[in-house]
């Protein structure tokens, strides 16, 4: 183990080893390596003469760059787009980043907590929260109703086991007796790895005030008996709350709630400013601890800069000069309300008497999606004879779920695609 990752380990257990014991192997042996980049930036302070220590190439005493590229580009300084961007991203955006999270979640103003890193969007943040705490057989609890890709982040990648526990009751309310029952029977293992992502993918549901305080109830007793809790906030469709719901990450809640829970806050641009393709998130660590905080940024710096290097340092310029812009949270409410007026027209469409004869559906407020609970029907099934005889395209989820997307069906079409998904219905059910 290097000297670096080391030093990390010990100030980790000296402030609070129950942090220490949630890191996985890999985890224990990552840290900041003190090399060329560190001899770079000593070197764009100090060296006023010359600074011949990063690789890239400058010409005229700036990046050197195609033209027919830069030409893109307008309004754009070179120095914003071509060199490399730090591996944890740069300095202004998670500055601002910072401010947005204090201002969109109120629960955090009195608590500590790092200054976000940028990830390679979401999925990446969530890879790196496995890499830094998952082990081979650790449990990592999700609902039932759960995106599948965690499955590749951390059983497929890093051994772990995925538990899950049924997200709703019978009163189609969060089901926090079954949440409870599958953290508290982690007490013989002593860790557990927890995903609450809120709004959920796939249902579109985020609980209420009330099923909060539950959630929040339920993670402290099993920190209190003793459960070691990485509680990772997969908070991809964060602010897209349109009904009776929370409107603001459980992070705050959990950040200091207890030494055994780490609370590990995953979120980005990507679905909430609508840049998919920009690749812009951000991971952010909770701990009254600055000592803590330190140690996990430079851990996660180092597999940043041993994985991806860095990220887009274009994307991140176009993210933080939308932050600065004057249009932001105007376009950003125009943007919401848009959302907002397509999940209520698929609610008023659902609630026709007719429907109930082939599936009823999940509780959803929040998000892009809903999912219809088939009744006697195979999900995929549907979904292949949808595709195929009436060209619309659903995800199946399992057997008897099946995912639709309002977010990318204009709100005029959303009742015509509802009856083409009960055509589809009735065809199979006539079979």
């Known amino acids: 183990m290097h ?61 050197m760059h195609f033209q027919h590229i830069q030409n893109h580009f307008i309004g754009y300084s070179p120095e914003d787009i071509y060199p490399y961007a730090p591996p944890a991203g740069k300095q202004l955006l998670r500055e601002l980043w910072n401010e947005k999270l204090l201002l969109d979640n109120p629960s955090l103003h009195d608590k500590n907590f790092g200054l976000p890193i940028v990830t390679n969007a979401l999925t990446h943040g969530l890879s790196i929260a496995a890499d830094i705490f998952a082990n081979p057989e650790d449990c990592v609890i999700v609902p039932d109703k759960y995106w599948g890709n965690y499955q590749s982040i951390f059983h497929v990648r ?36 927890i995903i609450l992502n809120f709004p959920n993918n796939p249902t579109g549901y985020t609980p209420d005030t009330q099923e909060v305080k539950e959630i929040i109830s339920v993670i402290y007793e099993a920190a209190q008996a003793g459960i070691k809790i990485v509680a990772i906030l997969d908070d991809a469709y964060f602010g897209l709350f349109y009904e009776n719901s929370i409107k603001e990450s459980l992070f705050g809640q959990l950040a200091s709630l207890h030494q055994n829970i780490l609370p590990i806050k995953v979120d980005g641009a990507t679905k909430e400013n609508y840049v998919w393709g920009l690749r812009v998130g951000f991971i952010t660590y909770a701990s009254p601890n600055s000592v803590i905080l330190n140690a996990l940024e430079q851990k996660t ?69 809903m999912c219809l609970q088939l009744k006697q029907i195979n999900a995929d099934a549907l979904r292949m004879h949808l595709l195929n005889q009436y060209g619309v395209g659903t995800v199946a989820i399992n057997s008897t779920d099946l995912r639709v997307a309002f977010s990318c069906v204009e709100e005029h079409e959303i009742e015509e695609l509802f009856n083409l998904i009960y055509k589809g219905a009735e065809d199979l059910a006539k079979e």
């Open 301 to 369: 710096t180092g597999l940043i800069r041993g994985t991806i290097s860095s990220s887009s340092h274009l994307s991140q310029t176009v993210i933080l000069r939308s932050l600065q812009s004057q249009e932001f949270e105007q376009e950003k409410q125009q943007k919401f309300q848009l959302m907002e007026r397509r999940a209520k027209k698929v609610k008023e469409v659902l609630n026709q008497e007719e429907y109930d004869k082939y599936w009823s559906y999940y509780p959803f407020n929040s998000g892009y999606f």
């Open 158 to 193: 890093r051994g772990a086991n995925l538990l899950t526990y049924q997200m709703f009751n019978k009163e189609r309310r969060f089901n926090t007796s079954s949440f409870k029952e599958i953290i508290l029977n982690q007490k013989s293992k002593g860790k557990a790895i």
């Open 3 to 63: 000297n670096l990752a080391k030093k990390l380990n010990e100030a980790i257990k000296t402030e609070n080893p129950n942090i220490y014991d949630m890191l996985s192997d890999l985890g224990k042996n990552l840290y900041n390596p003190k090399g060329i980049l560190s001899q770079s930036a000593e070197a764009s302070e100090r060296a006023y003469r010359f600074n011949a220590t990063i690789g890239i190439a400058t010409e005229e005493h700036e990046p």
